[in-house]
C-alpha cells in the first residue's frame, strides 16, 4: 500500500483539434474525478505563450475548479511570482481562501513560466522579473497575509486569509529558500529529475521551524501515465513527449493527437531525448507504475506525491487516475 498523499498537476492541456474552451472542460472533469478518486490536491500551472496550455490564470481557473468540487484542496502549482506584483497574488489568493476555507493552496516559482519578452509584457517592466528579486518578493507576498507589510498597504482580502504556501522548485536555490523559511516544498522531478535527491538533501538539512511549519514537508512531482498495459501506457504517453520535444526545439504547439506520433521519434537525438525524458517517471502497467513508484517513494522519501498526468484524450486521462488510485496505490 503506497501510504502517501496522492495529488494531481494538471497543465490544463489544449488538444490539436479542439478549442480552449474544450481543454479547459476537459481540466474540470478531471478535477471532479481526482475528488471522486480520493486525491488529494488537484493543482494547475501558470504558462504564458504557449498554445498547448490553457492555464495562464490560475486564480481565475482555481475559482472555477474549487466551485465545481467540494472537498479536494485545489491550489496553484504554480503562481509564478516574477510575473505579478505580491499584493495581487495575496488579494487573488486571498479571495480564493475566503471563498473555500481550508481548501487552498499556493504554490510559488520564481522562473517566469514563459519567455522573458511575454514576462516583461506581463509585468510591464524589469523590476522583481530577476531570480535575485524573488526572495524580498517572496517575503513581502506573505507579509500581507500576516498584516505586517512594510508599506502599510492592507490587502483584502489577503490579510487573515492564508492559504497553506508551498514554494516550488527544480534546483538546490529554491530548497535551500524553502528551508530558510520554513515553508512547504514542491520538487518538479517531472521534468528535472537529475536534481531531484540533491535539492530535498538540502532542503531537509537546512530547513528552519516556523509557527507556519515545524517540519520539513517535500512533495515531488512526477510524470505519469498509466494503462491497462505497458504497450498502451506506451502510446498514450507520445503526444506529451512529442509537445515537450517541440517546445524544446522553439515549436509552440497544441498537445499533438495520437495518430501525430506515429512516426516520432525518428531520429536518434530525438529518440534519445525520449529516452532521457522517460527516467525516472512513472509509465506503464499498474503492476509496472507500482514498481517505480516504490522505488521514488524509497529513494527521495517524500511526503506527497504529485502527478503530471498530461494524456490527449480526458478518458484515457481519467483511466490513468483511477489505475494508478485503486490499483498502484491500494
Known sequence: MIDVPLSVLDLAPVQFGNTVGEGLRATTESARNAERLGYTRFWVAEHHNMPGIASSAPAVLLAHLAAATSTIRIGS?????????????AEQFGTLHALHPDRVDLGIGRAPGTDQATALALRRTTEGLSADSFPQELMALMRYFDGDSADGIVAVPGIGETPEIWLLGSSGFSAQLAALLGLRFAFAHHFSSENTEAALGLYRENFRPTPRLERPHAMVA????????????DLLARPSELAFLN???????????????????????ERQFVADRRKDQLLGSPATVRRQLDDLLRRTEADEIMLNTRIYDIDDRVRSLELIMEKVAA
Not at 77 to 89: E, K, Q, S, W
Not at 222 to 233: G, H, I, K, L, Y
Open 77 to 89: 502549482g504554480g503562481v509564478m511570482l516574477p510575473n505579478h506584483a505580491p499584493l495581487v497574488v
Open 222 to 233: 512526477v510524470s505519469a501515465v498509466c494503462a491497462d498495459t505497458d504497450e498502451q501506457a
Open 247 to 269: 517546445l524544446r526545439l522553439g515549436r509552440r504547439t497544441a498537445l499533438p493527437t495520437p495518430e501525430q506520433t506515429v512516426n516520432f521519434p525518428s531520429t536518434e537525438q
